[in-house]
């Protein structure tokens, strides 16, 4: 059996596992208790969600490399490209929407009262349709660009063998400007975070279970995309691998998930970041 068998298997139990979580986080904690619409809460909210539609997406991503190779005159090779495509595109969604949310924590702890009065004023629904039409230019400079071939390949087995290697390299640059805002405003999240920890500063339990999240999402993204990441820059990964870099997102998705249902079980108010941080942790 080749090794993109199981890979796929595995990705599959993952994606399962991460459209439930999120699920769960979405009705249980965000909606049915209003979570949603406090400021804090508003782009982790959309976030949430948008975690739901990628576990759906890498779902289909992992049946589809598997179909095509037990099924090639139902299935055409060619369903993995355009299902790539599209997870492509809502990474890009995804990644910018997790640096906004680095920034914006980072503003919020810095700048709390000036956070608190103009935050409402920049509405999730105008930051989602830049992040969209930034993904659909992405797909503007595959085709126009970078000249994408068609007919496609009717032998590659991941989204990487039918891109051409100059697109490969312009995604890799975006993923890695986005991931680098991200690294850096979280990290200096996280010093802040530090700085108030030992000061014994008053958070509010909302601020401190959202920063404590944007902190989670840092750590899972190096553990499971950056490092990953610079592996298949270094490394080849050949073609009968599959689709292992989506493998290894999705295994990210549910730890952050698992984070994210932990975090929003705590319950408190107001209290010490000292008291706060080590509650719920």
């Not at 979570?35 to 809460?41: A, E, G, I, L, V």
């Not at 997790?98 to 935050?119: D, G, M, T």
Request: aromatic content about 14%.
């Amino acid at each position: 059996m080749e090794i993109f068998y199981p890979i796929s298997c595995i990705g599959m139990i993952f994606s399962i596992i991460q459209i439930f979580l999120n699920f769960r986080i979405v009705l249980r904690y965000l909606l049915s208790s209003s979570t949603w619409k406090k400021n804090d809460f508003k782009l982790i909210t959309a976030r949430t969600i948008l975690d739901i539609i990628v576990g759906l997406v890498a779902f289909t991503l992992f049946l589809v490399t598997m179909l095509c190779d037990l099924l090639p005159d139902i299935v055409p090779s060619e369903s993995i490209f355009y299902v790539g495509l599209l997870a492509s595109n809502i990474a890009i969604v995804r990644g910018l929407l997790a640096a906004s949310i680095a920034i914006e924590r980072s503003c919020a702890i810095v700048f709390p009262l000036h956070f608190k009065q103009y935050r409402k004023v920049f509405t999730n629904l105008g930051f989602l349709t830049f992040f969209i039409f930034f993904a659909i230019f992405d797909d503007f400079m595959l085709l126009y660009v970078f000249d994408m071939e068609f007919p496609l390949k009717s032998d590659c087995r991941i989204y990487a063998c039918f891109i051409p290697r100059s697109y490969a390299k312009y995604e890799t640059i975006i993923f890695l400007i986005i991931s680098l805002i991200t690294y850096f405003f979280s990290i200096f999240l996280s010093i802040n975070m530090l700085i108030k920890y030992y000061r014994s500063v008053k958070l509010t339990n909302d601020m401190l279970k959202v920063n404590l999240l944007c902190i989670t999402d840092l750590i899972c993204q190096i553990s499971f995309e950056f490092i990953p990441a610079l592996i298949v820059q270094v490394v080849r990964i050949q073609n009968n691998v599959g689709p292992l870099m989506a493998l290894l997102r999705s295994i990210g998705r549910v730890v952050e998930a698992l984070s994210i249902f932990q975090l929003m079980r705590k319950n408190g108010s107001y209290g010490s970041a000292r008291l706060a941080w080590e509650t719920a942790s």
